[in-house]
């Protein structure tokens, strides 16, 4: 069965970093991309960021480019978010989920759609 697990949310200030990880089980990194989603509350879920680790292409959302960072472990089969000079506005629940890798770098977004979620991390940015 495939399965992710995300950790690593906490509060913390404006400014400072945090490293969500996303634990996936029942396939390799190569037979899936791992996007990170979050949702804020009273909006709607959002594409952070992908990573198509069978090519090594990516996706990041405008509002973290040049702040988040994804990467892969492929021997421990987890993806990470390394969020630095984190802000407010990144305050939501953050996801990780596997999509299809075609295209990731385009085709991102349209999976914060997916119907199926995990229990998510929390990230509180206060300022």
């Known amino acids: 069965e495939v399965q992710v697990s995300e950790s690593g949310g906490g509060s913390v200030q404006a400014g400072e970093s945090l490293r969500l990880t996303c634990a996936a089980s029942?396939?390799?990194?190569?037979?899936?991309?791992i996007g990170w989603f979050r949702q804020a509350p009273g909006k709607q879920r959002q594409a952070v960021s992908c990573l198509s680790s069978r090519d090594g292409h990516t996706y990041y959302a405008d509002s973290v480019k040049g702040r988040f960072t994804i990467s892969n472990d492929n021997a421990k089969n987890t993806v990470y978010l390394q969020m630095d000079n984190l802000k407010p506005e990144d305050t939501a629940v953050y996801y990780c989920?596997?999509?299809?890798?075609?295209?990731?770098?385009?085709?991102?977004?349209?999976?914060?759609?997916?119907?199926?979620w995990g229990q998510g991390t929390l990230v509180t940015v206060s300022s």
């Open positions: 989920a596997a999509v299809p890798a075609l295209a990731i770098e385009t085709s991102c977004p349209r999976y914060s759609y997916l119907e199926r």
């Open positions: 029942g396939f390799t990194l190569d037979d899936y991309a």
